[in-house]
């Protein structure tokens, strides 16, 4: 059965990659972004900034209408902020970070759990955060997206216990370090020219794809991850820093 999914950060990056891998499956999307994504077959584009809860309370509404009904949402967006250690980081970094980067995974949790659960079938429904490396390591001079990263996964298994015996599910994804613009923006707060250096980071010896990332993104979307329930799934390609 086509399934309804919500993607936050949809316009670029994992979000866009997450966006394809699900339409390929069959399903149905409402892409959400700061950015315009235009409609197309199956797809429902939703200009909104998750730092705005009423704005993606008001996307869901436009899913329901649509669709009927809400199967999924993987909460995508996130920026990148740093490049200087702890001491020196102004605090509007880390209130951008746990702005977009934390709150923005609660808010879509927040607008989007309660379609599930009144939707026709939750126990096939699944909510999904895009994590981070960042999420389990200590990372050099971003020690406010190390903190945003580690609260993703903290939201999400706290987020799966309030879930019990609901049958809809949570989880998170924790991707390495993949050739995205976040990626980009990262080697500059780092003074690189070329994101080609942060490969030797992983055990694969090269940057993950997008699309490697999204397909690990579309199962655990799916009613066959279950198992994956308050888990954390490191599509990392083996990454240590």
């Known amino acids: ?11 670029r990056g994992i979000g866009a990659a997450t966006v394809r891998a699900l339409l390929a499956r069959g399903d149905r999307v409402l892409a959400v972004d700061e950015l315009p994504v235009p409609d197309a077959d199956g797809v429902l584009g939703q200009v909104a900034d998750v730092r705005d809860r009423a ?19 993987v909460a995508a967006a996130a920026v990148i902020a740093g490049g200087r250690p702890l001491w020196e980081t102004p605090e509007a970094d880390l209130d951008l970070l746990w702005d977009v980067d934390v709150k923005g995974v609660w808010h879509t949790a927040a607008v989007a759990v309660p379609a599930m659960l009144a ?4 126990a096939g429904c699944r909510f999904v955060a895009v994590a981070s490396a960042a999420g389990h390591h200590g990372l ?9 990263k580690h609260a993703v996964v903290g939201l999400v298994k706290g987020l799966a216990a309030d879930l019990v015996g609901t049958g809809v599910t949570a989880c998170a994804v924790s991707p390495g370090s993949t050739r995205t613009p976040m990626l980009s923006a990262t080697a500059e707060l780092y003074g690189l020219s070329d994101v080609e250096g942060f490969a030797e980071n992983q055990l694969l010896r090269r940057l993950l794809d997008p699309d490697e990332i999204a397909a690990t ?3 655990c979307c799916g009613p066959e991850a279950a ?13 240590s820093p």
């Open 227 to 239: 198992a994956l329930n308050g888990s954390v799934v490191r599509a990392d390609g083996g990454f």
């Open 140 to 148: 050099h001079h971003l020690a406010a997206y190390n903190a945003a």
């Open 119 to 122: 939707g026709p079938d939750p």
């Open 1 to 11: 059965m086509s399934r309804v999914v919500l993607v936050t950060g949809a316009a």
């Open 217 to 219: 993104i579309a199962f």
């Open 55 to 73: 704005a993606l309370a008001a996307a869901v509404d436009r899913a329901l209408d649509r669709w009927g009904r809400l199967d999924a949402a």
